[in-house]
């Protein structure tokens, strides 16, 4: 059975940095689409940033130049480096593998049926 498990939520004050991981069993990260979803309180579930195969990686225009994705696929994990974190990056953050882009208003609950998705980890930005 696929499990994909994220950790290193948490809070930081704006302007901090924090790094989420995600490893996965059942399956390998080298040879799947991965994405890291993320959905704040009243809004819709947001790629953040995907790694599509034979794509360069992706990032959402409110996290370019602040958000890296990365993987090691020896450990079989891939990361998030949120840097200068800003109040509006407060959200329960995801990474999927092999699901698509999310249709307007879709709730990333909603949309686990499609793909392997973890159980997500709370990251809360102060002022």
């Known amino acids: 059975e696929v499990q994909l498990v994220e950790s290193g939520g948490g809070s930081v004050q704006a302007g901090g940095s924090l790094r989420l991981s995600c490893t996965a069993s059942?399956?390998?990260?080298?040879?799947?689409?991965m994405g890291w979803y993320r959905q704040a309180p009243g809004n819709e579930c947001e790629v953040v940033s995907s790694?599509?195969?034979?794509?360069?990686?992706y990032y959402a225009d409110s996290v370019k130049g602040r958000f890296t994705f990365s993987q090691d696929n020896a450990k079989n994990t891939v990361y998030l480096q949120m840097n200068s974190v800003k109040p509006e990056d407060t959200a329960v953050y995801y990474c999927?593998?092999?699901?698509?882009?999310?249709?307007?208003?879709?709730?990333?609950?909603?949309?686990?049926?499609?793909?392997?998705w973890g159980q997500g980890t709370q990251v809360t930005v102060t002022s």
């Open positions: 999927a593998a092999e699901a698509p882009t999310p249709v307007v208003g879709d709730s990333c609950y909603a949309m686990r049926p499609f793909g392997h």
């Open positions: 059942g399956l390998f990260f080298d040879t799947s689409d």
């Open positions: 790694a599509r195969s034979g794509s360069s990686t």
